[in-house]
Nanobody, 126 residues
Framework: QVQLVESGGGSVQAGGSLRLSCAASGHTYSTMCVGWFRQGPGKQRERVASILFNGGNTHYADSVKGRFTISQNYTKSTLYLQMNSLKPEDSAIFYC???????????????????WGQGTQVTVSS
């Protein structure tokens, strides 16, 4: 089992920045795929970004490319999401997720992931 705990959410004005963190514990390993999803009001949960827990194989949703950066520190068992130039449409609950395999096209489908955090709210005001 893997436990994931997100932190760093909050409220910010448009154009601002936030950094989310996800602390992983339990049976983690370096070649797990880890990532961030978000779910806005009335919307489906969507993958924001993913990366191998030991780095590399990074993917982003088109809507966040150039604004968000996913990173990891495997020795600290922590995943990060640096969010810059935030927009009101970025407002959502952000979830950390992990899967027991390499990242790939499957990672777009939330049902394919094995472990989830409880989520952290991000609110961007105009």
């Amino acid at each position: 089992q893997v436990q994931l705990v997100e932190s760093g959410g909050g409220s910010v004005q448009a154009g601002g920045s936030l950094r989310l963190s996800c602390a992983a514990s339990g049976h983690t390993y370096s070649t797990m795929c880890v990532g961030w999803f978000r779910q806005g009001p009335g919307k489906q949960r969507e993958r924001v970004a993913s990366i191998l827990f030991n780095g590399g194989n990074t993917h982003y949703a088109d809507s966040v490319k150039g604004r968000f950066t996913i990173s990891q520190n495997y020795t600290k068992s922590t995943l990060y999401l640096q969010m810059n130039s935030l927009k009101p449409e970025d407002s959502a609950i952000f979830y950390c997720a992990a899967a027991r395999r390499f990242c790939g096209p499957w990672s777009l489908r939330d049902a394919e992931w094995d472990y989830w955090g409880q989520g952290t709210q991000v609110t961007v005001s105009s």
